[in-house]
């Protein structure tokens, strides 16, 4: 069975500044997806940023990029230029190929200092 | 497109009762996964419906049941709600075809039993 583990359940940045959050995964699959998704308190899941595993090539969409280390099985989000939108519960997530069903981590907290 | 809607946004039920909940997915999308969230557990699959299908399945009891209509809408329902059911609830829709299809959360159902 996949698992999905986020060792910081709460993390804080100033504005502005850069932030980094952590998720290593295990799993015996070859192929597969990760993602991070942001629920802010309104309680929406948003998706922020996808990485497949057959790619090479680190994810980044606008301020947003990861750090995917297959080997290590690590995947981190770094959040660049901060802003107060951006607090919220960060999830990292797994999804085998092809399959819907996501495997999430516990959750990190993002709180934004103005 | 209209987003994911879930209905009822919030309940309060009673221990041993049954309660429904409903999600409808954004148009043309044919998957539709069921999540159960809470603090201590987290975020937890309990099912996915393709085509009025379930194609796949969490680790829940089987008080936990769902089904499909042929126009994607999905309900779940749970029997004699135990104190523990009390959840957020959240369903997502997807394509449900090929390698990777994005998915796309509701605002969710929160439920309490007492």
């Known amino acids: 069975a996949q698992t999905v583990t986020q060792s910081q359940p709460e993390m804080s940045v100033q504005e502005a500044e850069t932030v980094t959050l952590s998720c290593t995964y295990d799993?015996?699959?070859?192929?597969?997806?990760l993602f991070w998704y942001k629920q802010p308190p309104s309680r929406q899941m948003i998706l922020v940023i996808r990485?497949?595993?057959?790619?090479?090539q680190n994810a980044t969409e606008n301020r947003f990029s990861v750090n995917f280390q297959k080997a290590a099985k690590s995947f981190s989000l770094k959040i660049s230029d901060s802003q107060l939108g951006d607090a919220a519960m960060y999830f990292c997530?797994?999804?085998?190929?092809?399959?819907?069903?996501?495997?999430f981590g516990t959750g990190t907290r993002l709180t934004i200092i103005p | 497109k209209a987003g994911v809607t879930q209905t009822p946004r919030y309940l309060i039920k009673t221990r041993g009762q049954q309660v429904t909940l409903s999600c409808s997915p954004i148009?043309?999308?044919?998957?539709v996964s069921w999540y159960q969230q809470t603090p201590g557990q987290g975020l937890q699959f309990l099912f996915e419906?393709?085509?009025?299908?379930?194609?796949n399945k969490g680790n829940f009891p089987g008080r936990f049941s769902g089904r499909q209509f042929s126009n994607s809408r999905s309900e779940m329902n749970v029997s004699t709600l135990e104190l523990g059911d009390s959840a957020l609830y959240l369903c997502?829709?997807?394509?449900?075809?090929?390698?990777?299809?994005?998915?796309?959360f509701g605002p969710g159902t929160r439920l309490t039993v007492l």
């Open positions: 997502a829709s997807s394509a449900g075809q090929g390698y990777y299809n994005e998915q796309f």
């Open positions: 990485q497949e595993a057959y790619k090479q």
């Open positions: 148009s043309g999308h044919r998957s």
């Open positions: 997530a797994y999804a085998g190929f092809g399959n819907e069903k996501l495997t």
């Open positions: 419906y393709f085509s009025e299908t379930q194609r």
């Open positions: 799993t015996s699959e070859s192929d597969y997806y």
